[in-house]
């Protein structure tokens, strides 16, 4: 340790040595001395500067195609070709000025060396430049938000009617799965209701929850509109679905949603990949604590038909946990005991 704090120690003294050095050339040159300034170094770091911008832009151009697949999953949702369409749109006007604007940046400082037989020519302003890289980058970007706000203004409107909900609430470190059951209709939470039994704090005295019931994957129709109601526990939270093109953050005391149609099966898309272990996935996007990277759950798309036998054989949570309406009221209780005698 004292080897490594005496070596920091060394490099920072040579360090401070060289800057006083710099600063008395500095100085002599301002006195107006007619001492060379320039040195062989000069060109070598111009050079350099091609060098880099040569070695950083292959690497760049390689490492996006070799990764392609991992950043551009295949696509899966309807919504998802608009999402689609929109970031290869942004990519290619933000990616063309990138690769412009580094090139210049790079290749001045070699074109614009120091050099004794040249001399900087004054340029003061320009006002129509000015106009131009104002009002062209204005337009573009305008363009690009509007387009961005018509694609975020049709997932996050109201959800068909005919929309399979699903509620995902986010808490330290899983994701809770509830659904209304063959209502439809989720039933109220309170986040005071929650106990280990009650995980996502569902209220029971509205007989709208009575049906409920959770489930360890996300079970969805192919072909047909789901509403994904998301709410978080204790911390934000982020649900992303890759595949789905799906992205929405959960935040604690403000309820959001997404709705889609996903126009894949599990099996489709395994198929697809040549992959039999495939599965679409949500996953947690918001660093949400030590437990962050066990946030998972799988999504099964089947067929429709497929998807309302699966609903069918589910069994309310006051049906695996009767103890969960024990305590509710006389007109509540009759409508929950005549529910579990429907599962026996």
């Known amino acids: 340790m004292y080897g490594f704090l005496i070596a920091v120690g060394v490099l ?6 060289w800057m006083v050095y ?73 990616g063309f000025i990138f690769i412009v604007t580094h090139i210049l940046l790079f290749w001045f400082p070699y074109k614009y060396r120091y050099q004794e037989n040249k001399q900087a020519a004054f340029y003061p302003d320009n006002n129509k430049l000015e106009v131009i890289w104002t009002v ?36 330290q470190f899983a994701w809770e799965v509830r659904y209304p059951g ?31 019931f959770s489930s360890p994957v996300v079970v969805i129709p192919k072909g047909e509109p789901v509403l ?46 040549n992959d039999p272990e495939f599965e679409f996935e949500i996953a947690c996007t918001e660093i949400c604590g030590r437990g962050h990277f066990s946030m998972k759950r799988v999504i099964n798309v089947v067929e429709p038909a497929e998807y309302r036998k699966w609903l069918a054989e589910q069994r309310p949570y006051i049906v695996i946990n009767p103890a969960l309406v024990e305590n509710l009221p006389a007109d509540v209780k009759e409508l929950a005991d005549i529910t579990i005698s429907e599962y026996k």
Do not use: C
């Open 22 to 94: 710099r600063i008395q050339t500095l100085v002599s040159v301002v006195k107006g001395s007619d001492k060379k300034v320039a040195s062989g170094s000069n060109k070598v770091n111009a050079i350099m500067f091609l060098l880099f911008l040569i070695g950083g832009g292959g690497l760049m151009f390689w490492y996006s195609i070799k990764e392609f697949d991992n950043y551009n999953p295949p696509l899966a949702s309807e919504h998802g070709a608009v999402t689609d369409q929109l970031f290869w749109i942004t990519m290619a006007v933000t």
């Open 136 to 171: 062209v980058p204005a337009i573009v970007l305008a363009l690009l938000v509007i387009g961005g706000w018509r694609a975020w203004s049709d997932i996050t409107k109201p959800a068909p009617e005919n929309a399979h909900i699903v509620e995902l609430m986010g808490y």
């Open 228 to 273: 994904f109601r998301i709410r978080a526990r204790d911390v934000l939270h982020s649900v992303f679905a890759p595949h789905m093109r799906l992205k929405m953050d959960a935040v604690p005391g403000m309820p959001t949603k997404f709705w889609f149609v996903a126009n894949k099966t599990t099996e489709e898309m395994r198929a697809e990949l």
């Open 12 to 17: 920072l003294l040579l360090s401070i040595i």
């Open 182 to 212: 063959v209502d439809n209709v989720l039933g109220a939470n309170d986040f005071r209701l929650t106990t280990a039994s009650n995980v996502s704090g569902v209220d029971f005295t509205d007989k709208n929850a009575l049906d409920d």
